[in-house]
């Protein structure tokens, strides 16, 4: 039985519903942000010039090139190389700040999306329900139709079947005959016929012949269940080598970690 549902032109709007108010006009947003980043976005430019320098800029703010080379007003801070424990430790409170800037970023993101993340599940929830409302009606309609056409469909092809065995028992060639599809036509011009296509259904997953499906799985689904078999090899021993899959070949990878 579907449950009966308020429309939602009819419902009483209260204090849940109501969210802060988001512009819609993309220049004043941008204004906001600016505004609101002055410091964050000053902290980025410093953090970037002692990685990359500063870069001479144009009238319009393009970057000057000479010989296909960005101009340098100041070049890098960073070492091209690190060959001592004092660097590499300046080096990690480089990536600390780094890592602090990034957090306030995500922070301030955060803050400032969540209006239009607010809204925005508004509208889709409003949506939401409409269709699945129409959704969940129109199945109860579609297994009708669906019984219908099938039988519809089966009869026709056992007319058919009677009309080719009386032709052959007459000896003759039969006519061309119309595929069976049960189709009806309504009053108003809508069209309905049985739709073939093959589908499936899983009976036991681990009996699947994958090399079979090969070419149809994504390089990034087969990634994704490396990652897993490498947890899950080296869950008791971080240190073991995952046992050898053919086609993979698996290594140790370093990446400085920073914290404090």
Not at 1 to 11: C, I, K, L, Q
Not at 77 to 84: G, I, M, T
Not at 180 to 205: L, N
Request: glycine share 4%; net charge positive; aromatic share 6%.
């Amino acid at each position: 039985m579907m449950a009966t549902r308020v429309p939602a032109a009819d419902r009483e709007v209260t204090a849940e519903h109501n969210v802060p108010v988001v512009s819609t006009d993309l220049n004043q947003l941008k204004l906001r942000l600016d505004a609101a980043n002055v410091d964050l976005a000053k902290r980025v430019e410093e953090l970037a010039a002692r990685a990359f320098g500063i870069l001479k800029r144009d009238a319009e703010g393009k970057v000057v090139e000479v010989d296909g080379k960005p101009v340098l007003l100041k070049p890098p801070s960073l070492p091209e190389k690190v060959e001592d424990d004092k660097t590499a430790g300046r080096l990690a409170e480089f990536i600390r700040q780094c890592q602090d800037a990034v957090s306030l970023s995500n922070e301030r993101h955060d803050e400032h999306k969540r209006p239009y993340l607010l809204a925005g599940k508004m509208v889709d929830g409003f949506y939401k329900e409409l269709a699945d409302t129409v959704a969940e009606v129109r199945r109860v309609a579609q297994r009708l139709a669906d019984d219908y056409v099938t039988r519809k469909r089966d009869q026709e092809r056992e007319r058919l079947r009677k009309i080719e065995t009386a032709y052959e028992e007459a000896k003759l060639p039969p006519p061309p005959l119309p595929e069976a599809r049960g189709k009806v036509r309504g009053a108003y011009g809508a069209v309905m016929g049985a739709q073939e296509k093959w589908s499936f259904e899983i009976t036991d997953i681990n009996k699947i012949p994958l090399a079979s499906l090969r070419k149809h799985l994504k390089r990034e689904w087969l990634e994704q269940a490396l990652r897993s078999y490498i947890r899950e090899e080296t869950a008791q021993d971080k240190e073991k080598e995952p046992a050898a899959l053919k086609g993979v070949r698996f290594f140790l990878s370093v990446k400085a970690g920073v914290h404090g």
